[in-house]
């Protein structure tokens, strides 16, 4: 910009609009056309160069959390549903084989967690002093396993469903062998805090992980190359959304899930959370878009 002209810069304005309203058009009437998505990277281009902000610049960041964000999340909806899917399939048929079979079940938990359960005692409980180490450990093992999720995707999708359906599998069985012991509703109890957003961060990752795999296995009209830069640029912003949830659901794990406060509460503080980030991801930057339609 700094090299252009003061005409070339009028010129700039003038093209951009132009080809604003060429890309107006072909989404209307060529939603699917590889050209409508060559024009949009352009148009994006271009609009970093037009209405260029300095990189710290608050309103740049307001715009990106209050609308590209969420929008980014939204689109990649799809993905994260089938990271849903996978994920319950895995532990629903596994929490029925754990009922069926509570012995070979039983055998996919450690020796102490087994002596632990035939003593009527969860594994869960996290000593006061321990919390402020327990709950970053908790935060950077979330964070691997979403990481996994999300570069699986470079292996086609590979490790990313199997990563899917062995922490559903692993669920699903540990719920049917403490509920053996009579114990499912401690379990959920202490879950009922961190568990929307915890399964959500994983979900959403997931997600972001079949992105890249569909971006891999079905370029469609692009370049397999092109395909999985804007598949990766879409799931990259995913899981900026991730690692923060991640973080405040391992700081509810570390301190709220074992603490003694009452079931009801953990349970309060899991719905609002998980209203809370979903509401941002299905509701946020909507309202504006509807207010500049009408």
Do not use: C
């Amino acid at each position: 910009m700094a090299r252009l002209s003061a005409d070339d810069v009028v010129e700039l304005g003038r093209l951009y609009r132009v080809t604003t309203g060429d890309l107006a058009i072909a989404r209307r009437d060529f939603g699917r056309d590889v050209a409508t998505e060559r024009l949009n990277d352009l148009v994006a281009a271009a609009h970093a160069l037009v209405y260029s902000e300095a990189p710290t610049s608050g309103r740049r960041l307001r715009r990106f959390l209050l609308g590209e964000l969420p929008a980014t999340v939204r689109a990649n909806l799809p993905w994260t549903g089938a990271s849903f899917a996978i994920f319950m399939l895995f532990a629903l048929v596994m929490y029925v084989v754990g009922l069926l079979l509570p012995d070979v079940a039983a055998n996919a938990l450690s020796e102490d967690t087994r002596q632990q359960l035939a003593q009527r005692q969860l594994w869960t409980d996290i000593p006061e002093g321990f919390r402020p180490i327990a709950g970053p450990l908790i935060i950077v093992n979330n964070v691997r396993v979403a990481v996994v999720l999300f570069a699986g995707g470079l292996t086609a999708g590979a490790l990313t469903i199997y990563g899917l359906a062995s922490n559903g599998a692993m669920l699903g069985t540990i719920f049917a062998v403490v509920q053996g012991y009579g114990l499912a509703g401690g379990l959920l109890a202490f879950i009922a805090g961190h568990g929307a957003l915890e399964l959500s961060a994983i979900f959403l990752s997931g997600g972001a992980g079949l992105r890249l795999a569909w971006a891999i296995l079905r370029p469609g009209e692009r370049s397999r190359r092109d395909a999985l830069r804007l598949g990766s640029a879409q799931a990259s912003r995913v899981m900026l959304l991730v690692i923060p949830v991640l973080g405040v659901a391992g700081l509810i794990e570390g301190f709220l899930s074992p603490s003694g406060a009452s079931d009801a509460m953990k349970a309060a503080v899991g719905i609002v959370t998980g209203a809370m980030l979903w509401g941002y991801v299905l509701l946020t930057g909507r309202q504006r878009t509807i207010r500049r339609l009408l």
